[in-house]
């Protein structure tokens, strides 16, 4: 399983970013899939998910209510809207997939928001 994430960039506060996770190979029919964050000198950290057949998702909630998190299924893609952003969501953010009870990790993009 590979993943391909996009969208970061540097905005000021207050502005908005749209993260896409593109997954390919075997990942079945299945599978959650989401964001998780690594700001400066800080562990990584759980942002938003989301399940492929049900839809349902989860926010961390740094993010609640700023954020909204959504799927091609078609395209095994997700998107992550993030809206009113913050200094302290400066961060590399990672895509991540579960696919039958295995981690798989993006890349990551960097998300650089200035005040």
């Known amino acids: 399983v590979q993943l391909q994430a996009s969208g970061g960039g540097s905005v000021q506060a207050g502005g908005s970013l749209r993260l896409s996770c593109a997954a390919s190979?075997?990942?079945?029919?299945?599978?959650?899939m989401g964001w998780f964050r690594q700001p400066p000198g800080k562990e990584r950290e759980f942002v938003s998910g989301?399940?492929?057949?049900?839809?349902?998702?989860r926010y961390a909630d740094s993010l609640k209510g700023r954020s909204t998190i959504s799927r091609d299924n078609d395209k095994k893609t997700v998107y992550l809207q993030m809206n009113n952003l913050k200094p302290e969501d400066t961060a590399v953010y990672y895509c991540?997939?579960?696919?039958?009870?295995?981690?798989?990790w993006g890349q990551g993009t960097l998300v650089t928001v200035s005040s």
């Open positions: 991540n997939v579960v696919v039958f009870r295995q981690d798989y």
């Open positions: 190979g075997r990942t079945g029919t299945s599978y959650v």
């Open positions: 989301i399940a492929r057949i049900s839809g349902n998702t």
